[in-house]
């Protein structure tokens, strides 16, 4: 087998460098390391899809103008100082968690995959530059702190367990996490730990990003001297310590794993298979089950055993606590699918499916958050919910940006070996509403103007800037790689998956076509695609789960077969496409409101995709915003006819609405400023009614036991006596053909009341009479 550096020079001389368009700067890797015979479908290199005018290009280009100011030396600052080399007068380190703490370095990575992200679309040297610097001049410092202890060299103070590290800090700061030392987190230089392998995937991401999207070399060398370094130190270990007694085991590494942010590894496994299918080196595979999180997690993974939130008595390995820390924890099985990808082995796909499932919907909120806390827990809001809670765990902080950011990655992979769309109705609910939501609509450039938390509570207000933190990190990543989930095509070539509806190019030279995809969305609900290409290719379109208003495709004119489309799956046009064809889709908005899975009356207004927050502050500390809807519904059940109207739009043309209830303000949750706002209210509707009549009749609720936790909340019943009220269940049924569809509704579900014991035979009969005469009330 020819050498890694001999490989990487032989395909670098078949790539072609002739000019800065996007084609020409990315080499023939695959966009995703995975393994072809486990994966039916594979994403786009992000150069072959460029991103068109609309929200997302905002958002990037926020964010391409802060990369471009930022002076890229001062990351390098610390890493000079570990490698004994002299930094440049007048420059100062990032600041925030990079002033030298113990999780400094992780930053870097951050940095250095922005800019190749940056560079990849359109091909602005400026970003390429700067990579390039970075690049070289860790490389330089890697050198130097591996010949800083070559034998004789004096440098006896180092616990080296071979060359190959590279980082901010002292490799003694990761290699005391295990054994015989097992350092805990905390603040001491000296004996603390924080996260130390969470900074080596950090920095190792950002290296293989490079490689991928630039084809920086360089990045790769430094890389697999990296993982050679790190597979020592998870097997052999800490062995100048006076106290070795040996190799790690499987043991110590479970232990390693448990401590509570210290044993913070995010996606490591996740590169370190990488790094196995680019060199073929198996020990790299083993370097990446060694995060295997046997003890207390991946088990319960695999059996489907949903432990993410326990009762004391309950609490699994030696170091777990009762909570989990999600964003711990959501990167460890995007690591246990490559795993798979490079294995074959079964329980790690089995092990992230059901993971995934444990979170949506059971602990994900309207904007596609989750974590926060809840009565009786403990007031870290980075921690997950007890299941089925959401009403109970909207805190005062809420859900943590980077948490989403990776939850994503997983909905995307998943979507990768098993193409349900639920996956991508997922995806876009976090990709639509958390991540543009968390850059400031600002041009300020002091900072990255990104959120950490992203607060659910009624009257909160997002705070943007974060230097140096994990969510400031990732959010870099998030806002130059829009176009990464758009498109996806079939292992064979035969299919294009269109997931997304963003408007953007997509250049597939391999198989002849370009598809351009015109649309406003999210801001409008059309989407025009032209195909420039000739040839067989099934093009599949996502069809919503919230398109319940219609999917309208024509191709040039005309409706293909196979309509309607349904919600929650993939429409697919199969035929010979000639350059110039035309596909037009519409998908109308509507209104539509989602309930709390725990408490039926604390709801979010949703509009398609978009979660829309209400302006202002509620009266009362905590308090909710309270309106009754009801009353002015139709038959067709179109809040947006009456009850929450769009009257207006922003200068970006964002549509702004209007309650009927209260005249409250709503507005897209990407809207990012220091405006209070809230994303659920309390649904108060206390009589039945039908349109202007009211029954006089109390709007009771069904039992449905109500909350379900697995896990108490102080002061709440488990299971509880809610449930949704009788016209929740009604209008449920809604659109109605005919008035006399809809008397016929009310008639069941009166009759189901009478039955339970909720409404005496009386209270039946006010309900139904006043539905037959309101006829003129609920006409469309």
């Not at 509009?607 to 139709?634: A, D, M, R, T, V």
Request: aromatic fraction near 10%; glycine fraction near 8%; proline fraction near 5%.
């Amino acid at each position: 087998m020819p050498s890694l550096r001999a490989a990487i020079a032989c395909l670098w001389t078949a790539v072609s460098i002739a000019g800065a368009i996007p084609t020409a700067h990315v080499h023939n890797i695959r966009a995703d390391m995975l393994a072809e015979s486990t994966a039916s479908i594979q994403p786009f290199r992000l150069d072959q899809v460029r991103l068109g005018d609309g929200l997302f290009q905002e958002k990037r280009d926020r964010i391409k103008s802060f990369l471009r100011g930022y002076d890229e030396r001062r990351f390098l600052i610390l890493f000079n100082q570990q490698a004994g080399r002299p930094n440049p007068a007048g420059i100062e380190v990032p600041g925030g968690w990079e002033e030298g703490g113990l999780l400094s370095g992780h930053w870097t990575g951050h940095f250095m995959t922005a800019l190749s992200q940056a560079y990849a679309e359109l091909g602005e040297n400026i970003f390429k530059a700067k990579l390039d610097w970075m690049v070289a001049e860790l490389a330089a410092c890697q050198d130097a702190i591996s010949a800083r202890k070559e034998p004789g060299s004096g440098a006896d103070n180092w616990t080296a367990t071979h060359s190959g590290y590279l980082g901010a800090l002292p490799e003694d700061t990761v290699l005391r996490l295990g054994p015989p030392r097992f350092a805990v987190y905390g603040s001491d230089p000296k004996a603390n730990t924080w996260a130390p392998w969470y900074t080596q995937h950090k920095i190792i991401r950002g290296l293989l990003d490079a490689y991928y999207n630039t084809n920086n070399t360089q990045a790769l060398e430094v890389v697999v001297k990296m993982a050679d370094w790190a597979h020592l130190a998870l097997t052999v270990g800490d062995k100048n310590h006076p106290n070795y007694k040996g190799n790690l085991t499987r043991d110590d590494l479970n232990y390693m794993w448990d401590l509570y942010i210290g044993g913070e590894f995010g996606g490591a496994n996740e590169v370190f298979a990488e790094i196995h299918e680019l060199t073929g080196d198996a020990r790299h595979l083993v370097t990446a089950k060694a995060f295997d999180n046997r003890e207390s997690l991946f088990g319960a993974a695999v059996a489907d055993e949903d432990i993410l939130v326990v009762k004391p008595e309950n609490k699994p390995g030696r170091r777990r606590a009762v909570r989990l820390h999600a964003n711990t924890h959501v990167p460890q099985f995007l690591g246990y699918m490559r795993i798979y990808e490079q294995s074959g082995e079964q329980d790690y796909l089995d092990a992230a499916k059901n993971f995934h499932g444990w979170i949506v919907p059971h602990r994900e909120f309207a904007s596609g958050g989750t974590g926060g806390t809840f009565p009786g827990a403990d007031s870290n809001p980075e921690l997950f919910q007890n299941r089925g809670n959401i009403a109970n765990a909207i805190a005062h902080e809420g859900a943590e940006t980077c948490t989403t950011y990776n939850m994503l990655k997983l909905s995307r992979n998943l979507f990768i070996h098993n193409q349900d769309a639920a996956y991508m109705d997922n995806y876009e609910r976090g990709l639509f509403n958390m991540i543009p939501g968390s850059r400031a609509d600002t041009s300020d450039n002091s900072d990255p103007q990104l959120t950490y938390f992203q607060p659910l509570s009624p009257g909160s207000v997002r705070e943007f800037g974060n230097t140096g933190t994990c969510c400031g990190g990732t959010g870099l990543e998030s806002h130059t790689k829009y176009q990464e989930t758009v498109y996806f095509h079939s292992a064979d070539s035969s299919t294009l998956w269109v997931n997304l509806y963003v408007p953007s190019t997509l250049t597939w030279k391999d198989k002849g076509f370009t598809i351009k995809q015109e649309t406003g969305f999210p801001r409008e609900d059309s989407v025009k695609f032209t195909v420039a290409g000739e040839g067989h290719l099934d093009i599949k379109l996502r069809v919503p789960a919230w398109a319940r208003n219609g999917f309208n495709v024509t191709v040039n004119g005309e409706s293909p077969s196979g309509l309607p489309a349904k919600p929650g799956t993939y429409f697919t046009l199969s035929r010979e496409w000639k350059t110039g064809d035309v596909i037009q889709v519409d998908m109308p908005f509507s209104v539509r409101l989602e309930r709390a899975l725990d408490r039926p009356d604390t709801q979010a207004i949703m509009w398609g995709p978009i979660l829309l927050q209400l302006l202002g502050k509620p009266e009362g500390n905590g308090s909710f915003w309270k309106l009754s809807l009801y009353q002015y519904l139709k038959l067709d059940g179109d809040y947006s006819r009456a009850a929450i109207v769009s009257e207006s739009k922003t200068a970006n043309d964002d549509p702004i609405f209007t309650t009927a209830s209260r005249k409250l303000t709503a507005r897209p949750y990407h809207i990012s400023d220091d405006q209070a706002v809230s994303s659920y209210f309390h649904r108060v509707e206390p009589d039945v009614v039908f349109g202007s009549i009211n029954t006089s009749v109390p709007n009771r609720k069904r039992n449905d036991g109500l909350p379900k936790y697995d896990v108490p909340v102080e002061g709440v019943s488990s299971p509880g006596s809610d449930g949704p009220t009788f016209l929740d269940l009604l209008w449920d049924q809604a659109p109605f053909a005919s008035h006399a569809e809809f008397v016929k509704a009310v008639t069941s579900l009166a009759d189901e009341f009478v039955g339970k014991g909720i409404y005496t035979t009386k209270e039946r009969d006010v309900i139904v009479g006043k539905a037959e005469g309101a006829e003129a009330d609920l006409a469309v």
